[in-house]
């Protein structure tokens, strides 16, 4: 893909990500592949908003090396490893969504819950085990997540989620399409353990306040 049109790709998604809902402020990384060597990702602590095509950083898959004064992403080791799965995947969204973050400070892997799920992201949505933001250990798990299952979203333990596609419109798809399937699964499990049989997001919050002793009058 030309360098330009990659650049281009990834601030247009960024604008996107952010009218979707999916991220807020500079949280958040964008990436897109030009070649087999080499992808453009979304630069450190700028905001989506603003960004043009020269804010964003080519760097290598092999090593993660990168030139100019645009420092990029810290997660760049993350997305250089889900690039290494796939020779067709062409973009990789790290989000912090609402409901998928939830699902992820649960530390919960979400088992096949809709056709939807198995035929946009996979038949298992893992939950990669705990890394802090831009270490080995979070960016080994969540490959290690993906690769296991086959699955193209993984959740990361207590911190966001972790999509990509065959293009950046697929990568989005999957991104939304685990935000839904995030919320049904919490209100399938507090159904289960509430014994509700209406899901209702007041009722969630009150039984949990109860549970945790807080239901009291002041």
Aim: hydrophobic share 35%; net charge positive; glycine share 8%.
């Amino acid at each position: 893909m030309d360098l330009h049109k990659a650049k281009m790709i990834v601030c247009d998604a960024g604008r996107k990500l952010v009218r979707e809902g999916l991220v807020a402020r500079t949280w958040g990384n964008i990436s897109c592949r030009v070649d087999e060597n080499t992808f453009v990702i979304t630069p450190s602590g700028r905001t989506y908003e603003e960004l043009t095509p020269d804010d964003i950083v080519p760097v290598r898959i092999d090593d993660l090396s990168w030139s100019g004064s645009i420092k990029p992403s810290s997660e760049k080791g993350l997305h250089a490893e889900v690039y290494k799965l796939k020779s067709d995947t062409a973009a990789v969204i790290h989000t912090h969504q609402l409901n998928a973050s939830v699902v992820a400070s649960a530390r919960r892997d979400i088992p096949l819950i809709s056709d939807e799920m198995r035929d946009i992201i996979g038949e298992k949505i893992p939950c990669a085990g705990y890394g802090l933001p831009g270490t080995k250990k979070l960016k080994t798990a969540s490959a290690a997540a993906l690769r296991e299952t086959g699955s193209k979203a993984a959740l990361m333990a207590n911190h966001g989620a972790v999509c990509y596609g065959t293009d950046m419109d697929n990568a989005f798809l999957v991104a939304t399409t685990l935000e839904r399937v995030c919320a049904r699964f919490v209100e399938q499990e507090y159904l289960k353990i509430s014994g509700e049989k209406e899901f209702r997001t007041e009722s969630m919050h009150s039984y949990y306040l109860k549970k945790n002793g807080r239901g009291g009058r002041r």
